[in-house]
């Protein structure tokens, strides 16, 4: 009956043949009685459903759409098979959810596809939770299962079942991952890994492919996985059922044998299987009968290596693993023996020499012989005699087989075996988890022996299912006060007693197979006789060897052919003696005792364990016929124990289910599935709620949704219940339908559905009222705009139509006139047309016929002319080949030439440099050139000159001597006189002619000098101007060189990203390995802390330093002395004491680091002296006599290296043999030996370091030696070719005053070098100042830069304020400022007064000294002595602390141990750092590198084992993290380091270090300041994380806006006895996170390290949230996503009023922000689509698919989101290249920049309180 009537529009369900059940729709009120049902489909179709006690009975009902893909199916308002089906279709098919709840089971369907929702992450994010607070999954009903475990202190068990194909291997592992993860082994024992690693071998040996399954598991197992006290995982036991041995020797077709099978042959080619003799698995009859050898998408040889890897770990060695490999190829080898049948049919043999059966005798270890005659033969013993007896071929054929799968069985169990040794503790077990993956209830077309156990033990499963949900539903209604009715349930127990009571299936099997000559026909006549009258027994009506057993799930027929053979398991004894006296020792051991139970393969549990479960009695050697008991026997045993440990435990229901047969990917088909639902039992839970009151409701969740219902009267009660309880006598009217609880209201089936459809008839009434007043309001406005456009329209319509008959008048009077012209115009052009085609006729015509008698005229004038030139042509042709063969000879020869020339010189012109030189020197000779030839010009000018000048003297003297003589020949006429002057004349006129020939011989010398500078002047111009364009095709070169390094510089700078993420990548690696090593490093300090005394324990640091294999540098100081000083230090303290202080390895490693700059030096030495060798050649003797000196000196300063090698080797052997001797006495402890072997393996590190260092100084010193040889060489040839020369010299040489001279020569070279040294190294100095300085500046600008864009971003009259505010910052820094000056000038006056005073206090003094000084004048010194010691005393204080060093513990102490937050809060912040470091620059200023290196030694130890003490503290880690960065930031501020020291005052430049360089302590400084700030992001997240998820997505910020759902079995936090979730609100986190600002604040952490810690803990609440957002079905709402973006902006306006938006936070919660906006935004069309493509740039496409597939609307007026717009989001994100993650990683750690940030405090001004009670420090 229908709760309220059949009504119009009633959605019903009514069977349908193809899917099972089909949707419809009632279209005809439908009263009581009425044999017709009118009903509509959902294509349309109307259809007559006829109803009655004959035809059907009344359809179901459909739930609402709001309850359509629920996550618990009890949560739907009628419970049915219908209601069922479709919602695990839509969950599967629509959301591809592969998990609901039905009830306490969980249906687990298979996807045949990979999933991304199995990662580590997943792991971690249902660790801890409710069961009811996640989405249905695998990991939920584990942690559900670890959770009452830890809770009830009670055994627990998840029973995973379902056909072949459904996933229940795959469930079972990933169940066993999950308690790997969640409760690993508490040492290092691995146990999780060694129960994970258990998987592949059990499926390699007893998993295969079938029709149904690739990977399907043939037999059963239990796996019990133990648990201590504090729920560690500490061992596991394993228990297995019916293995399907059959499957050895056949397989039907399309079948697989046994993975291991085809892993071996696959595998065969490796050099270790050689001996094995196997090929492929295509030549073996066991392996190759299903036809088809390969399954697709697996290798079979890298199973094998998974296989191997696993033996491997579960401490399988190799001779084992060989062993089981050759007993697996000799079972393929057995199959191939081939067996020949004799003439009479009753006798058989074997062929001689068979290979198969050789390489099975050889590798078992078994006689040929013997197991070839007993292959064919048996022995029959009776009482009188024993005979052998010939067995046919098809006897032989099945006794072989038997074999086979007898040794394949008890390889099989003794593997098992092996796995539940090795995963056996000796630790007690307290508690454990049974994971049990066994088969499902099976039914074939034909069914055997193996269907029948497998049903008989589902029928077991299911009755202990069915009593375990009637106990808990009888519990909540108990727990709820409700009256308990009885509730009928199938009780499958007569099934049961059928199968195994007395006399019934398997005694009846038993009895007949101890029958001699019994078969299967007379046990099945025997069941036909005695089961007949059983309601579950049937016989076949067309067969009588076979019967029907009536069981749960189905009606099943078995067939009784091999029934007894499978029972029975026979192999002959004589085939097993065979193999008990093989010379195989495994073999023989396999066999020892034939009667064990090989279907039992594990002993009894653990002693704590609840259950104890021991293996049944061995029976009686039954002789000749079978050694063990019946295999159903077997079965029925192993079962009875294991459904006593299930009762024992509580137990969690998986059920998988096949949606189809072909293995495609989220396809489901109706039918299969409903035949598994039935079987599984699935249905039976529904029916048993469905009975009672199946929907469940709190009263405030009932309250909060159906409030809309009550009355505003109604409304003023403050008692929930009681409005509740009014309400519902209201509404219901039938008491019956409902039931009130303490907490809980229960319903009937329907009445939910009930209550959403009378509040949906609210809302719609709500809606239609409010429709209709907006319907008529938008109505009236409507009528006024179409009234107004209306008269608008006929105004401006009637203008046009009277503008529109005014221009057509236009138009018609122009066309008129447009016609006539037109006309006349289109006349006259066709006459012309025809004119000018008449005329161009006749012309062509005439042309053609002119044209033709000349074509012919021409014709015979080309032949004469072609014959002509052809003719030539020939004659030229056969010339111009001679001609050119001629050539091509010749050009052949001179390519050859010219390419040899061509290669010399590219050779030599290759370098740029080379033709940059060549271009230099070349116009250099023209300039040289140019230069002489203008000189000569020059020389020959003045020539010239001075030639016309000389002739022009000549000329005035001639004539004056020819005026003289007229004269003298008119005055005397003397003839002597004449002819004396007329000699004269003569000589003065040879003279001039001598002049005028030397002169012309000048002209021509000059005239050839210039013809030949100019032609060499233009040979050089033509070598520039060919040097000039290899220059320009250089710089094209270079310039297209250039451009691809822009190229290449612009893709470096694309890359620049990638790098910095690099750099991220590789920072967050290292901090990650820094988190491991602290984490090893407090283990390690716990073991110290149990095995050793306080005062002989290794500090941690020590052992961090000393990792030769770490990222951490070694701590050394630059100062800690040589190795002479090492040596020493050993010799005092003693080698013991030397190995385990950490300065002996400093010093050790300094020295190493000095060898290495020796090595590198000797190296430079070298290779100048190469290279002075190559170029200079020849050199004075004197250089060489310096090269011996430097020779000379080099090899001692190698002995002297060799020596302190020698020394140190000597130091590394002593501390080898003292740590040796120490580990060898407390050899008990294994963490102490790990402990002495790591510091082993460091000096063993070290000490071949120093070999390497040894081996590179010899072969420098090889090297050296060669060098000299070669020198000694050159200088003897010197010495040979400079003998003639001292020889022929005409002066005597001192060679005393040769050296001498030369040596002052080299000492001027050494001054003048050292001298440009030092110049080079003041330039390099102020350069670098230089740059610090452009630095600070751009630094300086750069921040004036951002302050100015800051003020303009602002408002004017914030503009104002911020810069009344700057003001106010710079004056308050000049004053400041001034106020240090006057300090600084004030305290100086102070000194100079003081010095004043001194100076006149001396004057009296030194006047008596002086006057005593003759007579004593030894007095004066003690006086004087005395004045300097009391100047000394009265000197001001420089910011340091003197401490003795034995209050060095107490100083530790005082400041670290005992050090507590509040006790300094009212002084400077990170004062103890401030002391320590005064401490610190006080032993550096006495030069005491001891008592640095303890001092800093001892507060990092320190500093650890108060971390450590504190490891849950905030304020404490948060106190030390800002004390040990401002220690770091001191020591880098103090350093000396120019690059710190910019921003330091001058005083603080005079407090650096002077001594010591400590960078590598800062080093390890920076490490501890990472592992601090890890350590407080541990600890602030472990406070946060109960607070995220309530605040973020449960309270309500904004009341009354979230909405509820009915809710299922699985209600929220079911596993917590009924405790609510936590009552965080948004307020109290971000309290929490101000909480945690305030304190970092108060402490003086860093602002950037405060924003790094703040920006850590959004993300991890960004990770949370999303993470719950997309594994909770309930919270993918509009409302949570309203409610989100509130929280969100919350959390904004908080980083806001921090200042704390620029630190990165918000980003990290991006992915919820738009996760908010997406369950915001509409979801229908594709514009819808491309807008949350665009929004969602944070999320990755499986978290929004996730998400939409997720959304649930709370309301049915909300629309769900469709499968084709999932769709087509996914199409729009293919693109996309997201990492294919579903859950946010909520380990993931940013990695920590630590910035610089100097402090300007002055040392000299720090106050120490008193109540530090350090008055044991001295201020100095």
Not at 836 to 855: C, P, S
Not at 917 to 942: A, H, S, Y
Request: aromatic content about 8%.
């Amino acid at each position: 009956m229908w709760p309220n009537g059949g009504k119009m529009y009633t959605r019903v369900w009514i069977p349908d043949p193809e899917d099972v059940w089909r949707a419809a729709e009632i279209i005809k009120d439908y009263t009581e009685g009425e044999p017709i049902l009118y009903l509509k489909l959902e294509d349309e179709t109307p259809l007559e459903y006829r109803i009655g006690p004959k035809d059907n009975a009344l359809p179901f009902l459909r739930n609402p759409d709001i309850l359509v893909g629920e996550n618990d199916l009890t949560a739907l308002s009628y419970l049915h098979e219908p209601a069922v089906l479709h919602n695990l279709k839509v969950r599967f098919t629509e959301s591809n959810h592969i998990y609901t709840y039905c009830g306490i089971v969980l249906v687990a369907i298979n996807p045949y596809e990979q999933l991304q929702i199995y990662g580590e992450e997943v792991i971690n994010a249902y660790s801890g939770q409710n069961m009811g607070d996640m989405d249905p999954h695998i990991f939920a009903v584990a942690e559900e299962a670890y959770k009452q475990m830890a809770r009830d202190e009670r055994n627990q068990s998840i029973i995973v079942s379902g056909e072949s194909g459904a996933g229940k291997t795959v469930s079972a592992k990933y169940a066993m991952r999950f308690f790997a993860t969640v409760g690993g082994s508490a040492n290092d024992t691995n146990v999780e890994e060694k129960v994970l690693a258990s998987s592949p071998i059990m499926e390699a040996i007893g998993n295969a492919k079938t029709t149904r399954n690739d990977n399907s598991s043939r037999f059963g197992k239990y796996i019990q996985i133990g648990f201590d006290r504090s729920y560690h995982i500490i061992g596991a036991n394993m228990r297995t059922y019916l293995l399907e041995k059959s499957r050895v020797v056949f397989q039907a077709e399309d079948e697989r044998n046994y993975h291991i099978f085809y892993q071996l042959c696959a595998s065969a080619s490796l050099p270790e299987f050689k001996d094995l003799a196997l090929t492929s698995a295509e030549d073996f009859i066991f392996t190759s009968q299903g036809e088809n050898i390969f399954i697709e998408g697996v290798n079979d040889a890298e199973d094998f290596e998974k296989t191997r890897e696993a033996f491997t770990l579960l401490g399988v060695n190799d001779s084992n693993q060989s062993s089981i490999f050759r007993i697996i190829a000799s079972i393929l080898h057995l199959g191939n023996v081939e067996i020949c049948s004799e003439r009479d049919g009753d006798s058989c043999h074997i062929l001689k020499n068979d290979p198969h059966l050789a390489h099975f005798c050889q590798l078992l270890g078994v006689e040929l012989e013997q197991m070839e005659h007993w292959l064919c033969h048996r022995k029959l013993v009776t009482t009188s005699e024993t005979y052998v007896k010939n067995m046919s071929r098809k006897q032989a054929a099945n006794a072989r087989d038997a074999l086979a799968k007898h040794i394949y069985a008890h390889m099989f169990d003794w593997i098992v075996e092996y796995v539940n040794k090795s995963l056996h503790t000796s630790s007690k077990q307290h508690s454990f988890i049974g994971v049990l993956d066994i088969y499902g209830f099976e039914t074939f077309e034909i069914n055997s022996f193996e269907q029948f156990c497998i049903n008989y033990a589902n029928e077991k499963l299911q009755q202990q299912f069915n009593q375990h949900v009637f106990k808990l539903e009888q519990e909540e209604y108990m727990k709820e006060q409700i009256p308990w009715t009885l509730i009928d349930f199938y009780d499958n127990q007569p099934c049961i007693d059928v199968i195994e009571a007395k006399l019934g299936i398997l005694d009846l099997l038993d009895e007949e197979c101890k029958v001699p000559k019994g078969t299967d026909q007379n046990w099945c006549q025997k069941l036909y006789d005695r089961l007949s009258s059983s309601v579950h027994f049937q016989k076949p009506r067309m067969s009588n060897t076979s019967f029907i057993v009536i069981h749960f799930a189905d009606k099943v027929e078995y067939q009784c052919d091999g029934f007894l053979e499978k029972n029975r398991d026979t192999v002959y004894e004589e085939q097993i003696n065979i193999l008990k006296a093989s010379k195989f020792q495994l073999m023989a051991d396999l066999f020892q005792d034939t009667n064990k139970d090989s279907n039992i393969s594990t002993s009894s549990s653990s002693k704590s364990s609840r259950v104890n479960v021991r293996a049944s009695k061995p029976t009686p050697k039954v002789p000749n016929k079978e050694h063990r008991k019946t295999v159903g026997h077997q079965f029925r045993s192993s079962l009875q124990l294991l459904m006593e440990t299930l009762n024992a435990t509580t137990p969690h229901y998986v059920r998988c289910i096949k949606p189809n047969d072909e293995k495609e990917a989220f396809s489901f088909e109706s039918r299969r599935a409903v035949q598994q639902l039935r079987a599984c039992g699935v249905l039976e839970t529904i029916r048993i709620s469905a009975a009672g009151y199946p929907s469940r409701w709190t009263y405030p969740d009932f309250f909060n949704r159906y409030r809309v219902l009550m009355k505003k009267s109604d409304m003023t009660v403050g008692d929930k219940k009681l409005v509740c309880r009014n309400l519902l006598e209201t509404l219901v009217k039938d008491p019956d339908k409902f039931q009130f609880g303490k907490t809980k209201i229960f319903f009937r089936a329907g009445q939910v559905a009930y209550l959403e459809k009378l509040r949906a008839d609210k809302f719609r009434s709500a809606c239609i009222k409010i429709q209709k007043t907006v319907r008529g309001w938008l109505q009236r406005v409507r009528y006024q705009k179409i009234r107004k456009s209306a008269i608008n329209l006929q105004r401006y319509g009637r203008g046009y139509m009277a503008r529109r008959y005014a221009e057509q008048l236009r138009l018609t009077r122009a066309a008129l006139t447009f016609q006539k012209q037109y006309r006349m115009v289109r006349e006259r052009r066709d006459y012309l047309k025809v004119r000018q085609a008449v005329v161009t006729i006749q012309a062509f015509t005439r042309g053609m016929l002119t044209r033709r008698i000349f074509q012919e005229f021409l014709l015979h004038h080309k032949a004469m002319i072609i014959q002509k030139h052809v003719r030539g042509w020939l004659t030229r042709r056969k010339f111009r080949r001679a001609r050119n063969a001629a050539i091509t000879i010749q050009c052949a020869y001179r390519r050859m030439r010219a390419k040899r020339e061509l290669k010399q010189l590219k050779i030599e012109a290759r370098s740029a440099q080379h033709l940059k030189k060549l271009n230099t020197g070349m116009e250099n000779k023209i300039v040289q050139l140019q230069r002489k030839m203008d000189d000569q010009t020059n020389d020959l000018k003045t020539q010239n000159e001075q030639l016309v000048v000389a002739k022009a003297s000549l000329g005035s003297e001639v004539n004056k001597l020819q005026k003289e003589l007229e004269m003298m020949r008119s005055r005397q006429g003397d003839g002597s006189q004449l002819t004396s002057l007329q000699d004269e004349l003569e000589k003065l006129r040879a003279e001039l002619q001598e002049a005028h020939t030397h002169m012309k011989k000048l002209e021509e010398k000059h005239s050839n000098e210039k013809m030949g500078l100019e032609q060499r002047v233009e040979e050089l111009d033509r070598e520039n101007s060919m040097l000039k364009s290899e220059k320009e095709e250089m710089n094209r070169r270079i310039l297209h060189h250039s451009k691809s390094t822009e190229d290449q510089e612009s893709s470096a700078s694309q890359s620049v990203g990638r790098v910095q993420a690099e750099l991220d990548e590789e920072r967050l690696r290292y901090q990650n390995l820094l988190r491991e090593f602290s984490r090893l490093e407090q283990r390690y300090d716990n073991l110290q802390e149990a095995k050793f005394q306080p005062g002989h324990k290794r500090n941690n640091s020590t052992q961090s330093s000393l990792e030769s294999d770490s990222n951490y540098p070694s701590i050394s100081t630059s100062e800690l002395g040589d190795t002479d000083d090492a040596i020493q230090l050993v010799e005092e303290m003693g080698v013991e004491k030397a190995a385990m202080d950490i300065g002996v390895f400093m010093k050790l490693q300094k020295r190493v680091r000095e060898l290495e700059q020796e090595r590198k030096r000797l190296q430079v030495n070298l290779e100048k002296m190469e290279d002075q060798v190559n170029c200079k050649g020849i050199e004075p003797k004197t250089t060489s006599e310096q090269e011996s000196e430097d020779l000379a000196y080099n090899s001692l300063k190698r002995q002297e290296l060799e020596s302190e090698n020698k020394k140190l080797k000597n130091d590394l052997n002593e501390l080898r043999k003292a740590i040796a001797d120490r580990a060898s006495q407390n050899s008990s402890s294994n963490e102490l030996q790990d402990g002495y072997n790591l510091l082993l393996g460091q000096l063993k590190a070290a000490n071949e370091e120093l070999e390497v260092r040894k081996e590179e100084v010899l072969i420098l010193r090889t090297q050296i030696v060669s060098a000299a040889h070669q020198k000694e060489e050159t200088t003897n040839q010197i010495e040979t070719n400079n003998v003639p020369e001292w020889t022929n010299s005409k002066k005597p040489i001192d060679k005393e005053e040769a050296v001498r001279a030369y040596h002052g020569l080299c000492e001027s070279k050494k001054l003048l070098e050292a001298q440009l040294q030092s110049q080079a190294r003041k330039h390099e100095d102020e350069l670098a100042a230089f740059n610090t300085q452009i630095e600070l500046l751009k630094d300086d600008i750069e921040k004036k830069q951002e302050m100015l864009n800051h003020t303009m971003s602002l408002s004017p009259e914030a503009q104002v304020e911020y810069s009344v505010q700057q003001e106010i910052t710079r004056l308050t820094n000049d004053n400041l400022d001034l106020k240090e000056l006057v300090e600084k000038l004030e305290k100086n006056e102070r000194k100079l007064k003081k010095q004043l005073r001194i100076y006149m206090k001396k004057v009296p003094d030194m006047e008596v000294s002086l006057t005593a000084a003759s007579s004593q004048p030894t007095k004066a010194k003690p006086q004087l002595t005395r004045q300097v010691t009391v100047q000394r005393r009265e000197k001001d204080f420089e910011g340091m602390l003197e401490y003795y060093k034995e209050d060095e513990a107490l100083l530790v102490k005082t400041l670290i141990t005992d050090m507590k937050p509040n006790a300094v809060s009212a002084t400077v912040p990170c004062l103890p750092a401030y002391i320590l470091f005064m401490c610190i620059r006080h032993a550096d200023y006495i030069n005491d590198d001891q008592k640095v290196h303890s001092l800093l030694t001892s507060t990092i130890n320190a500093i650890k084992k108060v971390l450590k003490k504190n490891n849950n503290d905030f304020e404490m880690t948060s106190f030390w993290l800002a004390n040990t960065s401002r220690l770091l930031h001191c020591l880098k501020q103090y350093s000396g380091d120019e690059v710190f020291m910019t921003q330091n005052t001058a005083k603080q430049n005079e407090h650096c270090l002077k001594n010591f360089d400590l960078a590598e302590y800062r080093q390890v400084l920076s490490d501890l300041s990472i592992q601090i700030y890890q350590q407080l992001i541990k600890v602030a997240e472990h406070m946060m994380q109960p607070m995220i998820v309530s605040a973020m997505l449960e309270s309500e910020s904004i009341p009354s806006l979230a909405g509820v759902k009915p809710m299922g079995y699985r209600n929220r936090s079911s596993s917590m006895d009924g405790e609510g979730p936590g009552s965080y609100t948004l307020e109290a986190l971000i309290r929490q996170l101000g909480q945690f600002h305030s304190v970092m604040g108060e402490h003086g952490l860093d602002p950037e390290i405060a924003g790094q810690v703040i920006r850590q803990l959004f993300y991890s609440i960004n990770a949370l949230t999303l993470n719950n957002l997309l594994l909770r079905k309930d919270v993918c709402s509009w409302s949570t996503g309203m409610q989100l973006r509130y929280n969100i902006s919350q959390m904004e306006e908080w980083l806001r009023g921090k200042n704390l938006h620029q630190s990165g936070a918000v980003v990290n919660i991006e992915p919820v922000i738009q996760a908010a906006q997406l369950l915001q935004v509409k979801k229908k069309t594709s514009q819808d689509a491309e807008a949350i493509c665009s929004l969602c740039t944070s999320l990755t496409m499986q978290q929004i698919v996730k998400i939409l597939n997720l959304y649930t609307p709370l309301n049915e007026f909300e629309e769900r989101v469709t499968v084709s717009f999932i769709r087509n989001i996914q199409n729009r994100l293919q693109d996309r290249n997201d990492v294919p993650m579903l859950l946010v990683d909520t380990k993931h750690t940013f990695p920590v920049l630590f910035p610089y940030t100097p402090s300007a405090l002055s040392l000299e001004t720090l106050h120490i309180p008193a109540n530090l009670s350090l008055d044991f420090l001295t201020r100095v």
